[in-house]
């Protein structure tokens, strides 16, 4: 049986050595003082440079206010990358996330704004504005997309600032043949 004072010296497992070349010392500590860094990656930088001085993972922790866990995790990610031959500053960048790939093509997605910013009477609506449900049915009746939800009818166009529901479609009538006496005056004039 250990007794609780061998467990106090039984010995740490060290974080494996890190060491930069000079260039890559230069590059990490220009990221860190430079005031248009992200601060993640300003903060990851700084992981790395302690890392590089022979500080352990809880030292670093303690210094930069992180957890221990955050300190490991990037030391082990800049070894890793650089085995993969990763040039310096892109170890740092967030990894690519998984998931599903895109559901429509640009190509879509610029009918659909195209769509939403044509009058709905156009297409045989008698709406006044278009809804991101009216908008998400045309797509599908015109065989733009196969489905399409109105909730992601309604994210795209927040994405793109588009606001169908906003827009005046009356603000620019068609020209008119009859003048007043004003505006034959002012026609004149100029």
């Known amino acids: 049986m250990v007794s609780f004072a061998e467990v106090r010296t039984l010995p740490k497992s060290a974080p494996k050595a890190l060491h930069l070349a000079e260039g890559e010392r230069q590059q990490l500590q220009q990221l860190v003082n430079r005031h248009s860094t992200p601060q993640q990656i300003a903060l990851r930088a700084s992981i790395i440079l302690l890392a590089d001085a022979g500080r352990n993972h809880q030292d670093i922790g303690r210094e930069l206010g992180i957890s221990r866990d955050m300190a490991r995790t990037w030391r082990a990610r800049w070894l890793t990358l650089g085995e993969k031959e990763v040039e310096g500053v892109k170890r740092l960048e967030d990894a690519e ?83 007043t006496r004003k505006s034959k005056t002012f026609a004149r004039s100029t």
């Open 97 to 179: 996330r998984s998931g599903a790939p895109a559901t429509f093509r640009l190509e879509q997605i610029l009918q659909l704004f195209a769509l939403a910013c044509e009058p709905p009477a156009t297409y045989g609506r008698p709406i006044s504005h278009w809804t991101a449900r009216e908008l998400a049915e045309e797509l599908v009746n015109q065989k733009i997309v196969e489905r399409i939800s109105p909730r992601h009818v309604g994210r795209l166009l927040a994405e793109a600032s588009l606001k169908p529901h906003q827009s005046g479609y009356w603000l620019n009538p068609p020209p008119t043949q009859r003048l």
